[in-house]
């Protein structure tokens, strides 16, 4: 199959968010012929185009950061997702003229910022990623707001909800992360769940021991609900679990914190790091993970990865729900009372005195459920069938 895969970000780094793409990428790399038309940022480098390169994906980028909205569009992006202009408007360019060429045969679409695209793709089976519901992670932040920032983000919510609607009409299939993004957002009868998985090859232990009196938040540290989640786990849950543990240590790792979350960092055994070369290092280090989101959708695959890694996890409501599945609840301490957040973190701070083992049963857990394998032959085999109901058998020759 000839496939135009269009991302709202560039799929590598890895730790760049948009590892879904890198994994489903590498996998249908291998069967198909795959053009990526995807908008960059200004980080993007040379290194991570050849990571990708390397699948046998034929790349084209869009620098958003050349155009005028680095300086004032980020905020009016937000709010009119739906004015294609500067990157946005040459990557539909872009993937209009493969279109066109009548080289494709299939199309997956990702992101809320690609949206103008689906004018350009409507004459190709078309697959939307929606991955998780935007619209349901702005309503949870909008209870915690006021003035201002209140009215920006029941605007920003009214503009997401739109382009949400306009993608389910445009879609010939749509794909989320999980049911509840599904059940948030259509939850029709061409909706699939298709969740993240775990690379248990590479997200695996090299100790045998888990070392004592650490925990460990992680995440991109720039993105809001991690941030709000590392501020509250540093200042809410920290001192009390210090005031029973006062030897213990928090490490808060990821990319891109900004200045409010690293001034809470070098005080009271709270460690901010900034960018690590392999988060694996730092979560061996850990004893307990800890994550008390307020606002998110989809999986959060730093759960799944400190699952995978065998530690034990305690996580609000919002963080855990992401990983049910079928109904079945995650291994998973699950909390929203931040008092009660801290007194868990104790007790398996001091049952790990006693059994510093890790926790295999977590680590099967995962690898039993999430699986970027399984995920991706699910859209292989949705992308097939779309093509044939389409074009017919006889026309979809070199799938």
């Keep these: 199959m000839r496939l135009i895969y269009v991302t709202g970000g560039f799929p590598y780094p890895l730790t760049s968010g948009y590892l879904r793409h890198y994994h489903l990428l590498t996998r ?64 539909r360019r872009a993937v209009a003229e493969c279109v066109e060429s009548g080289w494709a045969q299939a199309a997956v679409l990702t992101g809320k910022t690609t949206s103008g695209t689906l004018s350009v793709l409507s004459g190709l089976p078309l697959v939307v990623d929606a991955c998780d519901a935007a619209s349901m992670r702005l309503e949870s932040e909008l209870a915690d707001l006021s003035g201002v920032d209140r009215l920006l983000a029941r605007l920003e919510l009214r503009a997401v909800s739109s382009v949400e609607r306009r993608l389910n009409r445009h879609a010939d299939a749509i ?34 021991t888990r070392p004592r009196d650490t925990v460990i938040f992680t995440g991109k540290m720039s993105y809001g609900p991690n941030e709000d989640a590392a ?43 900034g960018s690590v070369p392999d988060m694996r290092e730092y979560l061996e280090q850990a004893t307990v993970f800890a994550a008390p989101i307020r606002y998110g959708a989809g999986i959060q695959n730093k759960l799944l ?54 926790v295999e049963t977590n680590r099967t857990w995962v690898a039993d459920r999430f699986d970027w394998d399984v995920s991706a032959d699910r859209i292989d085999g949705i992308l097939r069938r779309l093509v044939e109901a389409r074009c017919g058998i006889d026309d979809a020759g070199g799938m």
């Design 305 to 358: 990865e400190a699952l995978a890694m065998q530690l034990p996890v305690v996580a609000s409501t919002n963080a855990a729900d992401g990983l049910v599945i079928d109904g079945e609840p995650p291994p998973v301490h699950v909390t929203d009372a931040l008092d009660d957040m801290a007194e868990i973190i104790v007790a398996e701070l001091a049952a790990a005195d006693l059994d510093p083992t890790p």
């Design 28 to 91: 249908l790399a291998a069967a198909h012929d795959v053009r990526l038309f995807s908008l960059v940022a200004g980080d993007h480098t040379d290194a991570d185009r050849e990571a990708v390169r390397r699948l046998g994906v034929e790349i084209r980028t869009f620098d958003v950061s050349s155009t005028v909205w680095r300086r004032q569009g980020r905020q009016v992006g937000r709010l009119l997702p739906r004015v294609v202009v500067g990157a946005a408007a040459e990557l």
């Design 175 to 208: 794909l989320v992360a999980s049911r509840r993004d599904g059940e948030h957002l259509w939850l029709s009868s061409k909706t699939s769940v298709v969740p993240n998985g775990v690379d248990t090859a590479y997200w695996t232990r090299t100790t045998t």
């Design 231 to 273: 501020l509250r786990l540093a200042t809410e849950v920290w001192p009390i679990v210090r005031e029973r543990r006062p030897e213990a240590r928090l490490l808060v790792v990821g990319t891109s914190p900004r200045a409010r979350l690293t001034s809470v960092g070098g005080r009271d055994g709270v460690e901010v790091t």
